[in-house]
């Protein structure tokens, strides 16, 4: 019976000092996905020695998905749902979801199960060697061909302008430190470039690869300007290349200006008879310069857009409610 005794003491003395991991997936009209999402997350963390939690946070979703989380999250509490009033948008929302999470790390894995629940026990892996952040990267998918390649140049363009190294590639999925939480929380950003605030926390961060496979159900919540808007974001978070570009390309235009003034006026004091300036050097002159004014303007707008996001500070999303926390 003392046996038994000390034994239980040091399985409940185990028990309190298990760590805790949360797994956040963002949500938003997965309905056919939510019952293999949850499936195999159980599957994973079932071989791993921590505790979890598993932190639904949708959308203000159109289909069943918030209902079918429900009914999973009514057998097990490890389950938990965050449902949004309305849609906030695909950088809000699971921001949000992570800053709720409250384990000792956090692992964002999108739902729509392109990024596969069963890499979060590499996530883990390098966790425990001691890196704080770990990010997924694909360097290779079987999305359609133009859109991987697309992708790719994007992120190779944006790590040569920003200001910190960025990882290329990377699908937002990973896993973060609480350490890395709590310097999030500190920021307070209400509309993050996620990948690069990652980078310029400066923690070294570990990568782990995989070929993303194509979505089995459900369509894709990306489109043109979901795509636009996050690719804009991180030029406007991260580098000042643009900006200071203008700037040298006003002052490159205005002296080739003062050049071809100064060649038309001696061409046409040389030759006042037979030389004539016409009517189609005048109208692309003009065409070029408003085309070049409209662009600059409208690089400007989407610093000052930046910039009127971040003074508005307005939260990040507003619940509806809450299961399970």
């Known amino acids: 019976m003392v046996i038994d005794a000390k034994l239980s003491i040091l399985e409940i003395t185990d028990m309190t000092t298990r760590?805790?991991?949360?797994?956040?997936?963002?949500?938003?009209?997965e309905e056919e996905n939510i019952d293999e999402l949850y499936k195999r997350v159980v599957a994973v963390m079932g071989e791993q020695p921590y505790d979890y939690e598993h932190i639904c946070i949708d959308n203000c979703s159109t289909d069943g998905t918030v209902k079918k989380i429900k009914e999973l999250a009514a057998g097990d509490k490890r389950l938990k749902l965050i449902a949004n009033v309305r849609n906030f948008g695909h950088i809000r929302s699971p921001y949000h979801g992570i800053l709720q999470s409250s384990g000792d790390a956090c692992i964002?894995?999108?739902?729509?199960?392109?990024?596969?629940?069963?890499?979060?026990?590499?996530?883990?892996?390098?966790?425990?060697?001691?890196?704080?952040?770990?990010?997924?990267?694909?360097?290779?998918?079987?999305e359609p061909v133009l859109m991987f390649f697309l992708r790719k140049q994007y992120y190779r363009f944006i790590s040569r302008i920003s200001e910190v190294p960025l990882v290329q590639n990377s699908t937002g999925s990973g896993l973060f430190d609480r350490t890395v939480i709590e310097i999030l929380r500190t920021i307070r950003d209400p509309y993050p470039y996620f990948r690069g605030l990652l980078s310029e926390i400066g923690f070294p961060i570990a990568v782990v690869p995989f070929k993303q496979p194509k979505r089995k159900r459900g369509a894709t919540k990306n489109n043109f300007y979901t795509?636009?808007?996050?690719?804009?974001?991180?030029?406007?978070?991260?580098?000042?290349?643009?900006?200071?570009?203008?700037?040298?390309?006003?002052?490159?235009?205005?002296?080739?200006?003062?050049?071809?003034?100064i060649f038309?006026?001696?061409?046409?004091?040389?030759?006042w008879d037979s030389f004539q300036l016409g009517v189609a050097p005048i109208l692309i002159g003009i065409f070029f310069f408003g085309a070049?004014?409209?662009?600059?303007?409208?690089?400007?707008?989407?610093?000052?857009?930046?910039?009127?996001?971040?003074?508005?500070?307005?939260?990040l999303v507003i619940e509806s409610e809450r299961v399970n926390f």
């Open 19 to 29: 760590q805790m991991i949360s797994i956040v997936t963002p949500c938003y009209n």
């Open 264 to 271: 038309y006026l001696v061409a046409k004091l040389l030759f």
């Open 227 to 261: 795509l636009y808007d996050l690719a804009v974001l991180g030029i406007t978070n991260h580098s000042k290349v643009p900006l200071r570009l203008m700037a040298m390309s006003g002052f490159i235009l205005a002296f080739l200006s003062v050049l071809v003034a």
């Open 292 to 315: 070049v004014q409209a662009f600059f303007i409208g690089i400007v707008g989407e610093y000052v857009s930046s910039i009127h996001t971040h003074v508005r500070n307005m939260p």
């Open 108 to 142: 964002l894995i999108a739902s729509d199960l392109q990024d596969p629940p069963e890499i979060i026990s590499e996530f883990i892996n390098k966790w425990e060697q001691g890196y704080k952040i770990v990010m997924a990267v694909k360097p290779a998918s079987e």
